[in-house]
C-alpha cells in the first residue's frame, strides 16, 4: 500500500482563523480522500479530491469552509476555514489501493480549536 | 442515508477465546465490506475485506458477510491483548467509478482481559 503523510500532525488554534492540512502521496493516485473524525466518534466523508477538477464534496460539508486543492497525483490540502471549536477534530487523507476499492489512511492531523 | 451500525460495546473477551464483532447496514447496492482497526490515537488500518457471501479466513481473522441480511462480522480467533482496540466496519456503494468514500460505522470498543 501507499506511504502517506500529513502535516502538521496537530496544531492548537484560534478561533476565527484558518489552518491547511496537507497530504503527500509516494506514488500516484487518481483519489483522495478527505475525512473527519470528531472526539469519540466514527469516520465522516468530506470529500473527494480528483486531480484536475473540483472536489466533491459529502452532504453537510461546503467548499467554503472546506476548500480542497489537488494539484498533482501525489499531493492534496484541505483548509478549515475560520475556524470554530466544533471544527476540532481528527482529519485524515487517504486514498485507495488493493483489493478494490480499499482505502488507506494517512496519520491524521489533530486539530484543536480554542 | 446509507447507515452502518455498531454495536459501540465495549466488548469484553478473556484472553485466547473468540472475539466476534457485528455490523449491519441499510444500503442494500453495498458491495465492497471493510473492517479496520483502531488503537486510540491513531489511524484506520485495514483488516479485512469482503465482497461477497460467506465467510474469509486470514490468519486469526474471519470476516464473515451476509448480504441478504445486510450483516457483516467479524471473528477473531485466539483474542491477545494487543487486539484491543476499537474496531470499525465500512461499506462502499458500488458506483463503478471507484470515486465513493467509505461509510464507517461508529466501531466496537473490543477489550481483551489478560
Known amino acids: 500500500s501507499a506511504v502517506i503523510s500529513q502535516k502538521p500532525s496537530r496544531d492548537i488554534c484560534q478561533r476565527g482563523t484558518s489552518l491547511t492540512i496537507q497530504c503527500q502521496v509516494d506514488s500516484q493516485v487518481t483519489m483522495m480522500f478527505w475525512y473527519r473524525q470528531q472526539p469519540g466518534q466514527s469516520l465522516t466523508l468530506i470529500a473527494t479530491?480528483?486531480?484536475?477538477?473540483?472536489?466533491?464534496?459529502e452532504s453537510g460539508f461546503v467548499i467554503d469552509k472546506f476548500p480542497i486543492s489537488r494539484p498533482n497525483l501525489t499531493f492534496s490540502t484541505l483548509t478549515v476555514s475560520n475556524m470554530s471549536p466544533e471544527d476540532s477534530s481528527i482529519y485524515l487523507c487517504?486514498?485507495?489501493?488493493?483489493?478494490?476499492?480499499?482505502?488507506?489512511f494517512g496519520p491524521g492531523t489533530r486539530l484543536t480549536v480554542l | 442515508q446509507k447507515e452502518v451500525e455498531q454495536n459501540s460495546g465495549p466488548l469484553s473477551v478473556p484472553e485466547g477465546a473468540i472475539a466476534s464483532l457485528n455490523c449491519t447496514y441499510s444500503?442494500?447496492?453495498?458491495?465492497?465490506f471493510f473492517w479496520y482497526r483502531q488503537y486510540s490515537g491513531k489511524s484506520p488500518e485495514l483488516i479485512m475485506s469482503?465482497?461477497?457471501?460467506g465467510d474469509k479466513e486470514d490468519g486469526r481473522f474471519t470476516a464473515q458477510l451476509n448480504k441478504a441480511s445486510q450483516y457483516v462480522s467479524l471473528l477473531i480467533r485466539d483474542s491477545q491483548p494487543s487486539d484491543s482496540a476499537t474496531y470499525l466496519c465500512?461499506?462502499?456503494?458500488?458506483?463503478?467509478?471507484?470515486?465513493?468514500?467509505?461509510?464507517f460505522g461508529k466501531g466496537t470498543h473490543l477489550i481483551i482481559q489478560p
Open positions: 465500512a461499506v462502499k456503494e458500488y458506483s463503478g467509478g471507484g470515486a465513493d468514500g467509505l461509510t
Open positions: 444500503d442494500r447496492v453495498s458491495q465492497s
Open positions: 479530491a480528483n486531480q484536475g477538477s473540483e472536489a466533491t464534496y
Open positions: 487517504s486514498v485507495g489501493g488493493a483489493p478494490a476499492n480499499t482505502q488507506y
Open positions: 469482503i465482497y461477497s457471501n
